[in-house]
């Protein structure tokens, strides 16, 4: 059996925050993550990040995955176990993962949970075709992975996530037909759209897919206009030829690590889905158990990292790391609130008010 | 299929290993460590395995290793998500029929 | 095509511009930027304090009694939103930077499309010159000689295939 202190579960922008600001308040950590490198979804991130200093702004996020990355590894106190799956937390407090195909056990004081989101899935004949990917699949193929996913894209949903792989699309030299949004106006940011928009992109609001179609692999769509009550409109349909079809419809948080616990959750549509309800210092209703991050509500990765932050330095504060605690947690939620106080935030602080105890 | 040139990213194909795995019996290449899943997009296949219910073809959907979608046969075993299973000289990677064997 | 119908296409307004006296005057920044969102490298980025922020999440404003035109912020925005127009490059030609992270580059000198900010073709424009600030230098900040007219319509531009293959 392992121990730990401070066990974080997740090696991305907010579990890495938390890992650090436990560390730098004395307390030994275990940070888990079941990719070979930690960054989470910064990996494949190749545009510049909003914020402000504190969160890198101006930096793209495969530099803040390596920036974070290395004060991680560089960091003593932390112990960093990649390519660990975590398979299941127990009722007596004991948690089992899968390092290298080995099971193990280990325990801890404190449990940080910071395990991101999962993609939406969209209904519409045969989207179960080879060729349709989520949006992260398209970035990890081509960002990561250096393979190109296809020569045509239609993306559907225009929210950041869409809006950003469209110019990543581009980048790769890869044609994007076309974005189609649901929804009457696009969900993401005004200077995501401008970017796409320059490079002659065509955005489509109020549309939808109907089908996809081709012989054991995509090779193009037929969407359509809906009206407010999300049904077609006779006579609108186009047929779009494409070789992939990228699914950029939203994130919902993946949370189901604590679920057995019994933890208090809610469904809370503007954070995502199912949300843990927790307290101003990120910890849910079952005491020891902090989440940060998109698992906590889906939002952007600079709010990710001062959650990250808050639920670290929250967590050794529990086990008797109290340095300067109050002011730090003060800093860090006040930042925090400024970066949530934007328009764009406007569904983002609705859906807190629902799961804050 | 590959990127070879990049505004952001820096080129690293160059410095890694190519290497030869099967998919289906045939002979491909690959970079030594990029994932499965990777490699067989980059050589054009789509059709990963079938579906148990209604033998229709699937392919890669989330690539970290969420979803079940890209589950295939390598070196026999079953059940193996290609998109994080890394890939090494000589990998027999099959296509995936219904549930696989176990 | 019912492209989004719901937008209003946002126009230079007289306030966002420089006075007729500061335009004749030389190089400017425009933040093309009319959306509340936390982000704020174009006041960080800026030497000589022209930017402001009254909050994280404001839009930002130019002083440009301050702005030099050094082309810092072109370079450091994350929305790409920044752009540099000289309308004094001469009677019939003005100098417009943007932002660009595509490849191939153009040359210096070399004739590209000049485009608008919808993608659409404008008319062809010349390759002033290409620098790199921050980042790398990934983002290039490359600056073309458009025709005074066009100077506040080309926010893009496209390279020719016949000089690249």
Same mark, same amino acid.
């Given at each position: 059996?392992?121990?730990?202190?401070?066990?974080?579960?997740?090696?991305?922008?907010?579990?890495?925050?938390?890992?650090?600001?436990?560390?730098?308040?004395?307390?030994?950590?275990?940070?888990?993550?079941?990719?070979?490198?930690?960054?989470?979804?910064?990996?494949?991130?190749?545009?510049?990040?909003?914020?402000?200093?504190n969160q890198f702004a101006g930096e793209r996020g495969i530099d803040i995955a390596e920036i974070l990355s290395e004060r991680v590894h560089d960091n003593s106190r932390i112990t960093v176990r990649k390519n660990s799956s975590v398979l299941g937390i127990y009722h007596d407090g004991v948690l089992t993962f899968e390092q290298d195909d080995k099971y193990k056990k280990l325990t801890s004081r404190q449990t940080v949970v910071a395990t991101g989101a999962a993609e939406k899935f969209l209904?519409?004949?045969?989207?179960?075709?080879?060729?349709?990917y989520g949006a992260g699949a398209v970035q990890t193929l081509m960002n990561q992975q250096g393979v190109l996913p296809g020569k045509n894209v239609l993306i559907i949903g225009a929210g950041n996530i869409?809006?950003?792989?469209?110019?990543?699309?581009?980048?790769?030299?890869?044609?994007?037909?076309?974005?189609?949004?649901?929804?009457?106006?696009?969900?993401?940011?005004?200077?995501?759209?401008?970017?796409?928009k320059r490079m002659g992109v065509p955005i489509l609001t109020s549309h939808s897919i109907k089908k996809a179609y081709g012989e054991?692999?995509?090779?193009?769509?037929?969407?359509?206009?809906?009206?407010?009550s999300w049904s077609f409109i006779d006579g609108t349909k186009k047929d779009f030829k494409a070789d992939v079809i990228c699914l950029a419809v939203g994130l919902s948080p993946l949370i189901d690590l604590l679920h057995p616990l019994g933890l208090e959750i809610s469904y809370v549509p503007n954070l995502g889905g199912l949300a843990p309800k927790r307290d101003e210092y990120l910890e849910t209703t079952i005491s020891g158990y902090f989440v940060a991050g998109d698992c906590a509500g889906v939002e952007e990765a600079s709010s990710a990292m001062m959650e990250g932050n808050i639920a670290g330095l929250s967590a050794a504060n529990s086990i008797g790391y109290k340095k300067s605690f109050q002011e730090k947690f003060r800093n860090n939620r006040d930042e925090l609130r400024k970066l949530r106080e934007g328009e764009t935030a406007k569904e983002v602080r609705a859906g807190l008010g629902e799961v804050r105890l | 299929m590959r990127i070879n040139n990049h505004p952001i990213l820096d080129q690293k194909k160059e410095e890694e290993e190519e290497i030869t795995f099967t998919f289906e019996g045939k002979e491909l290449k690959g970079f030594k460590g990029e994932t499965v899943a990777a490699a067989l997009i980059a050589n054009g296949v789509r059709v990963f395995r079938r579906s148990t219910k209604d033998n229709r073809p699937r392919g890669l959907f989330c690539a970290i290793g969420n979803c079940s979608s890209c589950l295939m046969k390598v070196d026999g075993e079953s059940n193996v998500r290609t998109c994080m299973k890394r890939l090494e000289e000589g990998m027999e990677v099959q296509r995936q029929e219904g549930e696989g064997e176990i | 095509m019912t492209e989004e119908k719901t937008e209003i296409e946002r126009s230079? *307004?007289?306030?966002?511009?420089?006075?007729?006296?500061?335009?004749?005057?030389?190089?400017?920044?425009? /933040?093309? /930027?009319?959306?509340?969102?936390?982000?704020?490298?174009?006041?960080?980025? /800026?030497? *000589?304090?022209?930017?402001?922020?009254?909050?994280?999440?404001?839009?930002?404003?130019?002083?440009?009694? %301050?702005?030099a035109g050094c082309k810092q912020c072109v370079s450091a925005c994350p929305g790409l939103a920044c752009f540099v127009i000289d309308e004094t490059y001469s009677t019939d030609s003005a100098l417009v930077t943007i932002p660009y992270e595509f490849l191939p580059l153009p040359e210096e000198g070399e004739t590209v499309n000049g485009l608008d900010? %919808?993608?659409?073709?404008?008319?062809?424009? *010349?390759?002033?010159?290409?620098?790199?600030?921050?980042?790398?230098?990934?983002?290039?900040?490359?600056?073309?000689?458009?025709?005074?007219?066009a100077v506040h319509q080309i926010r893009n531009i496209e390279i020719r295939e016949e000089n690249h293959g």
């Open positions: 059996m392992l121990t730990t202190e401070i066990v974080v579960i997740g090696g991305g922008p907010a579990g890495m925050n938390s890992a650090l600001a436990a560390a730098s308040q004395g307390a030994e950590v275990t940070l888990l993550d079941r990719n070979w490198e930690l960054g989470g979804q910064l990996v494949k991130q190749t545009h510049k990040f909003f914020g402000s200093e209904s519409f004949t045969n989207n179960d075709l080879p060729g349709v869409g809006l950003i792989v469209a110019y990543q699309l581009l980048q790769a030299g890869v044609s994007v037909e076309a974005i189609i949004e649901a929804l009457p106006e696009i969900g993401g940011y005004e200077v995501h759209r401008d970017k796409i054991e692999r995509v090779e193009g769509a037929i969407i359509g206009e809906i009206d407010s | - | 230079l *307004t007289d306030d966002l511009l420089p006075s007729v006296e500061r335009r004749k005057e030389g190089p400017y920044a425009l /933040c093309e /930027c009319h959306q509340r969102i936390p982000c704020n490298p174009c006041l960080t980025s /800026c030497p *000589t304090g022209a930017v402001s922020l009254d909050s994280i999440n404001d839009t930002p404003e130019v002083d440009f009694d %301050k702005c900010r %919808k993608g659409n073709f404008v008319k062809e424009v *010349t390759v002033k010159n290409i620098d790199s600030f921050s980042d790398n230098g990934k983002t290039k900040v490359i600056t073309v000689i458009v025709p005074q007219e």
